[in-house]
């Protein structure tokens, strides 16, 4: 900033204090040190100003304010220390004060000065309709103004000016006229100021890589001459340029949140540490860390609170926090079911609730640009609520980013209107400028948009390139997330479009693409960890799962018949909090816990997409289930995959029959238990309707059962699918045309399958634990006793997980009867009274080397809950991420009496010693009694609730 009386900074004799102001920020410090004069004074505290020393500065003016000297001159210089402080108020005094000065005595240089320090703070705390009052009033002093330093400034801040109002060109011919007289005064601290206006302008006119590149130099050139206010500015807009259409844990998206963090840290002052959360907080709410996002979007409203706000920083505020809240209720991919699904309805009414304040803070501060913005966004919603085009002007893109926003909007509009071809244009180029802008997950959306079209229009071969584009953009996605918390929540994004895209698919009948899209739908975590080897789990997840173990134990004292999950010692006195109070903190610990889980397990290590080369190579058929929301109701997707390559695929809505038995397969109280202990096989009916009839006709056609590998999802992998009908009348059942075994996704499936076996030498013997008071008298267990290696019943449960999960030098075989405890996720353990004897968590933290062959005869040990229902993580499946190859388990409750059930698992148990095909084993057996008549009139938890989960047998190494 020029202060009259003195010469620019960077001028004077070679070497002096001053001269090395605008070159050499550090050394001007030292050799301005001690200062004489309030002139002196003025001259270090510019230096320390530049270099962000704010408080140092104010102690400098403030011991020369006392020797009475140079009065207009300090004031100048507590105004600019004051600004960069925040510390609008008694900036706009100080500089007030100067004015008066220097009025008094004529000094229009002097006036000018300090009248362009009062625009400045106008600029920060712009008002209605007068928020250019003080910048008329500086241009007017300046008309018989010559120092050209101080028309430089004047021209920087009608740049500033100029770009919140929108006008582009006129702030840019500004900048570089005033930067072209910093530089030639040798003041590069200034120059570089007005380099950013620049790149802001250039940035604004849609040259963003331009604007990028200046804005790196600014800032190298801030660091360079020890200029960190210089550098601080720089990564302020470098941050909110970056954040724009950067892809999640792309390189981009690193840098600039890499920047930030550590600019924070260091920044000093209020406003400069909130313009750095904004760019940041828009960053996470890209990669749906939505939490973050939100405590970073409230720390900035409340720094800038804290030195009085503005209304850009409010409109900013409540801009930000609409669009955060549209991301959480389901973003654009929702636009077609938001009017009938309440928590999108919720969602959309706290957006327009942010975005009008936004509205009105914009309004209040005359910037035409945030209103313009506004608009865009209240189109968008105008769609999403209901389906009709936006009665707001859409105006002209100023870059590639906004272009595909508002061909996006226009192709919505388009399409309410049922102009199916302009609507298939418009989301096309929308896609183009996405691309090339590289809003990947906005190209994602365009392009599901265009299949939705295409199938409106009845262009299937459209629909279906459309959809294969969007896997494209996808796998983009997938490619460039790298890290877990980011790569776990933009799944969440994306998904919601390839749920929609797998619908198209089915009803357009393109089996293989169907298949492709619905195993998109899950993550990669557990074919990675499959591959990753040793886990180890933090510190604060087994914290988690020890306080769900204090709340479920305090839980089971105060409400009998609660059935506890894991335990741990107390660690706070919860038992005067009541049964209600308790439930409610279990419910937040498992919220807790499942998040905690999906940010662990996003992204492992080694983990690849399917190889469908490998998938035809395994001679299986493939019968994948997945249930997808479909407007206002649920549809579930069952896509059939043959040995031979043929495919089928139907989509069934889930009706009030097949709603009715979801209900009871997965109802947790006592009510549930009761209807499904009475469930026969006829009352799997509905689940038969899901299958293609071309899969029911070719299996039992089949001269010999066929391999069949169930890919579930969510609830239905609380079907007992040995028991499903495959003829109207009930005549025969999947297991009789089947060898079954289920597994968590087709990744999972020939990752497992595909590999070999350990170098380590597996054991053949068996070792079993048995629960010794939970009534369950577990005779099976005597047929162990055929294997070749020792047979060991383990008498201590503490033994167990030691045993179960590092005991695969010893044993081939391990077998658990006991209760389980229904918990979600990592928590599903079996149990020991209301002690957890073994649980997921174990086989994911340290050393495994399991048996081979697991039997958790336990109830519903095979239906994992969890925070994910596309791949979910409980016992089962975590024990097969650790290497056991398959996992006898049940879907809900087994008998634990003497009866056919035992009496499979008795057989099983026998042919396990010498038959490592647990899958065609378990089967074979229920075949014969099935043929035998033994289940004749038996419901279905005495025998078909049995399944294997894992794997037909791996080939030989």
Known sequence: MRYPGLAPAGSGPPGSGWALAGSDVAAAERALRRPTTGAGAVRLAEVLRRRARLAEALRVLDAARAAGTDRPLLCLAEGNVRWNDGDLPRAVAAFRAADEAWAAVGDRDGRLAAQLGIARCERMTVGRRGGRAALDVAQRTAVDVGDVDLLADL?????????????????????????????????????????????????????EDRAIGLLHEARARGVEIGSYDLEQLSVIYLGNFLQRAAAPDSPRWHAAETMLREEIDRATDPITRAEMLLPLAHLHLAAGEFDRAQAELDEYLRLYTLVGGNRISTGNFYKARARLELARGGGSGAMRM???????????????????????????AGLEPGRRSIEWHLGVLDLMAAGKPPTSHVTAAGNRFDAALRRLVVGEALRASQRWADARTAYAAAEADAVACGSTVMAVAATACRAEVAVAAGDTGGALDAIRSMLRHTEAIRAAVAVGPARGNIGAVVRSHYERAAVLAARLGDADLVLELVERLRTERLAGLLRSGTQQLPEEVRDLLARIDDTNTALLNASAGVRPGRSAPEIEDLAALTPEALAARSESLYAELGRRTSELFAVAAGAVPVDWDAVATLRQDILALVTVPDGDGEVVITVWRSADGDGAVTVTEVDDTLASLRDTLVRPDSAGLLRRVDLMSSDLEPIRRLLPSAFTAAATRAATPIDLVIIPTAWLWAVPFAGVPLSEDGSVVLVEAADLVLAPSLRFFVEATTRTRPDTVGGL??????????????????????HAGTTVQLRRPEDVRETFVRGGSRYRTAVLAAHGNREPGLAQAVVDGNRPVLSASDYLDGDRFPPRFLSVASCHSGYPRGEDPHEPLGLALAALTAGVEQVVSSTFEMDAYEGPATDTLRQVYTELARDGDVPAVLCRILREGLRARSFAGEPLYRWAVLSVIGTHPWPSA
């Open 338 to 364: 938001v009017r009938r699904t309440p928590r999108l309805i919720a969602a959309l009414r706290d957006t327009r609730r942010n975005l009008r304040r936004a509205a009105l803070a914009y309004r209040d």
């Open 155 to 207: 021209r920087r801040e009608r740049a500033a000016w100029a770009l919140l109002a929108g006008e582009h060109d006129a702030a840019l011919s500004l900048a570089q006229a005033a930067a072209e007289t910093h530089r030639s005064t040798g003041d590069r601290y200034l120059a570089g100021l007005a380099d950013i206006l620049v790149a802001r302008a250039w940035h604004a006119g849609g040259d």
């Open 765 to 786: 013997g068996a070792v079993s634990w048995r629960a010794p008071d939970a009534g369950i008298s577990a005779p099976e267990i005597d047929a162990l006793r055929h």
